[in-house]
């Protein structure tokens, strides 16, 4: 029941469903014409046909009939033939038995679509045409069209062939032809993410974060338990300080895949982050402390998250509680000059000067320049 191993599930509710047998064999009749489409007229070539490149199908669309009226008449061509040993309907034969394997007629393939599954079925169709050219009145004719095909057909290879010169260069562009593929849609958004991450010019790099976020929502539009999408979604979104609509994602994440570190940590940061921003840059302190106690609660051991929400708590006059959180992130990060003149800080404020010295003698110790930045703020 998962959408990238098994392209016949839709949406039902709130709840993956299988397709019906007949929205199953529609579908597969349909993809089946469209490998016959592009063994004759080869376009729109695409790496990737995963869902939902090729949408739904039933019986009532016109490509699914086509087909099922063509791959009927073969096969009646191709059987009718058999003690005849004609090579044209031996190819159509062979065509049609090799892609039958790759069809999800006879068992699932994991995809609905892929051109590679007709490199063996080809050769049925390539010795059918040849058989079929020979047949012609006069040799020229049959090499005049056989020298025309190929040279169609070696132009159109030559074009395609750079598109494979990175993964970058295929994904951008094979998504203009598998629009509704969920997973080339999230290929770009990590390309554009991984690139943006790297980036140096700040306001190119939003551009990117921005984009990437655009490919992973479309791919969360055809496919909203993507998970990988998920995680660029949201870490975009992170990076753009959207924090509601980060941590909105790594939530749901982290119940996609429990098992997966990588959701975890990347909410507690967000949550960690996020309230450091709702606290520091628009005063809502409420949501600040829910925020820093929820990040806690996913990532115990983080010393920032426990000097935030001593902020936090000082701020609002929880000095008790402001004061054992500063302990918390002293104890998890002794060496930290920050830290620990927060701690004499709070010591301070809960009447302890003698331990309010001993702190801030150790922070000046430890980096006289934190402590000159704190003392200028």
């Known amino acids: 029941m998962e959408l990238m191993n098994n392209p016949f599930l839709k949406i039902e509710g709130d ?106 079925p080809s050769a049925g169709i390539c010795l059918a045409v040849a058989a ?3 047949r012609l009145p006069g040799r020229k004719t049959a090499l005049v069209i056989a020298g025309a095909v190929a040279l169609l057909f070696s132009i159109k290879t030559v074009l395609r062939n750079p598109v494979w010169a990175s993964n970058e260069r295929l994904f951008f562009t094979d998504v203009k032809t598998s629009v509704n593929s969920a997973k080339i849609n999230n290929a770009c958004g990590g390309v554009l993410f991984e690139k943006a991450q790297k980036e140096k010019d700040g306001a190119l790099q939003l551009t990117m974060y921005e984009q990437a976020f655009n490919y992973a929502n479309q791919a969360l539009q055809i496919y909203p338990n993507y998970k990988d999408a998920l995680l660029i979604r949201g870490g975009c979104q992170f990076y753009l300080k959207n924090y509601d609509g980060a941590v909105a994602d790594y939530r749901v994440a982290v119940q996609l895949a429990s098992g997966d570190p990588r959701a975890r940590s990347y909410l507690a940061l967000a949550l960690r982050e996020g309230g450091k921003y709702f606290g520091e840059q628009r005063g809502e302190l409420a949501k600040a402390t829910q925020f820093l106690t929820e990040s806690w ?66 922070a000046v110790e430890t980096d006289p320049a934190v402590v000159k930045e704190k003392l200028g703020q």
């Not at 000097?307 to 918390?328: D, M, Y």
Request: net charge positive; hydrophobic share 45%.
């Open 15 to 120: 709840r993956w469903v299988a397709f019906s047998a007949g929205e199953k064999l529609a579908t597969i009749l349909y993809t089946l014409g469209r490998y016959i489409q592009l063994l004759v007229f080869p376009y729109p070539l695409t790496h990737d046909y995963y869902p939902r490149t090729i949408g739904i199908k039933t019986f009532g669309n016109p490509g699914a009939l086509l087909a099922l009226a063509g791959y009927l008449f073969l096969i009646w061509f191709a059987v009718k033939g058999l003690a005849q040993r004609d090579p044209v309907r031996f190819g159509i034969l062979f065509f049609l038995l090799t892609i039958s394997i790759v069809s999800n007629l006879v068992f699932p393939v994991g995809t609905l679509m892929g051109e590679r599954f007709v490199f063996m």
């Open 132 to 134: 079929l050219l020979c």
């Open 297 to 362: 609660q996913v990532n115990p051991g983080d010393p920032e998250t426990a000097r935030l929400l001593g902020v936090a708590n000082g701020i609002q006059k929880r000095h008790n509680e402001a004061l054992e959180w500063f302990k918390k992130a002293v104890a998890m990060a002794p060496g930290n000059a920050g830290y620990l003149f927060d701690l004499g800080t709070a010591y301070y404020i809960m009447g302890d000067p003698a331990k309010g010295e001993e702190y801030r003698r150790r």
